[in-house]
C-alpha cells in the first residue's frame, strides 16, 4: 500500500504527471495548454510522447542537437506546483514556462513576447511554500538565455516584472458571471502600472518560488494575448515565444558542455 505522501508509485511513474522510469532530459518547457505542449514538440527536429494523464501532456525529442522536454501545467498556480515537483523528482534541473499573457503597458502590444525577471506574488499557490517576503525571481542565467535568443531571433520583446492572480477573472478585474466585480477593481489596472508591472497571468509566480527553495533554473517567456489599455485581443505571439524558449534551451545547454 502506497502512503497518503504520493511520492513516485511502485512502477516509478510520477502520481499525477504520470512520468516513469524513462531517462528524461535535464530541461523542460512548460506552457499551460495541452495543445501548445504539442506545439512544441513539433517545433523540434524529432520528438515522443512519454505520458497523458489528467491536464498534463509530456513529451521527449531533440532541438537542434539539444534534448528538451515538454509537460502541459494546466491553469494556475496549483496545477503548476504539481508539475514542478514531480519533475523535479524525475531529476530535471531546468523548467521555463512557455505562456500567454496579458499586458498592462499600452506599449506592451498584443503579438509581443515578455521575459519575466521576477513576479510580484498575487497568488496563492507560492504561499503554501514561502512567505510573502520570500523572492519570486528567474535564474538569470536563464533569464539572459532567453533575452538573447529574443534579441538573435529578432522578435518584439519586453523584460521586466510579471504580476501573478490566482484568478482570471475577478482576480484580473475582468467581469464574472452577471458582472460580478470584486472591491477594487476599478484601481486594479492603474495600481499595477504604478508598480511598473509588464504583464499579468497565473503561474511565474509559483514557478519562480518553488525552483528558488529547490535550486532549479527557471524562467518564463508569454505572448501578449490581451492588451487591458487598448482592449485588443489577438492570439499572436505563441510561434515567437515557442522559439525564444527552444533556442535559450539550446544555449544553456551548450554553455554547460563548455
Known sequence: MRTSALR??????????????????KSFLLPGDPARAKKIANSW?????????????????????????????????????????????????????????????????VGDIVISKAAARFDGAS???????????????????????????????HTGITAS???FYAGQARPGFKG????????????????NIKNVEMEAATLFTIANIYDIAAGAVCAVFANRVTNEFGEEGEREAILVANEAIKSLAQRARV
Not at 8 to 25: I, K, Q
Open 8 to 25: 513516485p508509485t511502485r512502477s516509478g511513474a510520477a502520481y499525477h504527471v504520470g512520468l516513469g522510469e524513462d531517462r528524461l532530459p
Open 45 to 109: 527536429d524529432s520528438y515522443e510522447i512519454l505520458a497523458e494523464s489528467r491536464e498534463f501532456t509530456s513529451y521527449r525529442g531533440t532541438y537542434q542537437g539539444t534534448h528538451i522536454g515538454v509537460t502541459s501545467t494546466g491553469i494556475g498556480g496549483p496545477a503548476l506546483s504539481i508539475v514542478v515537483e514531480e519533475l523535479a523528482m524525475k531529476g530535471v534541473r531546468t523548467m521555463v514556462r512557455v505562456g500567454s499573457c496579458g499586458s498592462v503597458l499600452k506599449g506592451v502590444r
Open 127 to 157: 504561499r503554501t511554500y514561502a512567505p510573502p517576503e520570500y523572492p519570486a525571481s528567474a535564474d538569470p542565467l536563464v533569464f539572459c538565455a532567453l533575452v538573447e535568443a529574443a534579441e538573435k531571433a529578432g522578435v518584439r520583446y
Open 165 to 167: 492572480f490566482d484568478s
Open 180 to 195: 460580478f466585480l470584486p472591491p477594487g477593481s476599478k484601481s486594479w489596472l492603474s495600481n499595477l502600472q504604478r508598480l
